[in-house]
């Protein structure tokens, strides 16, 4: 079993600061997606790097990939409360979908006003 | 609405019931997987579906009981479920290169 650990468990920031946020394996993952949950709600992908060293962003949100496919970062610049919610990683251990992801436990963020 | 619909909500019941959780997608996708999320852990794949066919299950106990009629629907039945068995079940989807569509979850309490 591939083992993703994420760091820190807990962030709380306020509004307008930045925040990064770790995902760590010892294993190589063919891809790595990172999504959001909010209370009472699914996972919501965010994002799917595939390739080491691969940088995409999605607004204030930077994802990057780790050179050797095993680690993975999330930066938030400038926190705004609307990005408060659980972000889990999640590595895939084949090139298509149809294998299992394996998850982090979470990094629960809170961002106030 | 992410497209992947669970029903129902929430869910209360005793250990000697018996219930089932469903999830349906229209979305066009062949594998369809269900999870539990417990508190601070990381969730934990229970079964996985290609093709209506199944080709994973992660040592679940024989209490939960999945069926996949269709590509569109996955149920989990549930009986003589422990207090241990109370989390979040998760429904998700998925087609290659696309990432997984989760649905909202069951919160299931067994008392």
């Known amino acids: 079993t591939q083992l993703l650990e994420q760091s820190p468990q807990f962030l709380s920031i306020q509004e307008g600061e930045n925040l990064t946020v770790y995902c760590n394996s010892s294993s190589v993952f063919s891809s790595l997606q990172w999504y959001r949950q909010e209370p009472g709600e699914g996972p919501v992908l965010l994002v799917t790097?595939?390739?080491?060293?691969e940088v995409k962003k999605l607004k204030r949100l930077t994802f990057q990939f780790g050179d050797a496919r095993k680690d993975s970062s999330l930066h938030i610049t400038a926190a705004q409360p609307g990005d408060t919610g659980l972000y889990l990683c999640a590595g895939a251990e084949r090139d298509d979908s149809w294998g299992k992801l394996q998850f982090g436990a979470g990094t629960q963020v809170v961002v106030t006003p | 609405e992410t497209g992947v619909t669970q029903t129902p909500r929430h869910l209360v019941m005793g250990m000697t019931n018996k219930k089932s959780l469903k999830c349906e997608q229209h979305l066009g996708h062949n594998a369809m997987y269900w999870y539990k999320q417990s508190a601070k852990k990381p969730l934990e794949l229970m079964f996985v579906?290609?093709?209506?066919?199944?080709?994973e299950n992660n040592s679940v106990p024989s209490r939960f009981s999945p069926e996949c009629p269709n590509s569109s629907h996955l149920f989990l039945h549930l009986h003589t479920l422990q207090p241990e068995d109370s989390a979040l079940y998760l429904c998700?989807?998925?087609?290659?290169?696309?990432?997984?569509?989760f649905g909202s979850g069951t919160r299931l309490t067994v008392v």
């Open positions: 579906y290609n093709f209506k066919e199944q080709t």
């Open positions: 998700a989807s998925s087609q290659p290169g696309l990432g997984y569509t």
């Open positions: 790097v595939v390739t080491g060293g």
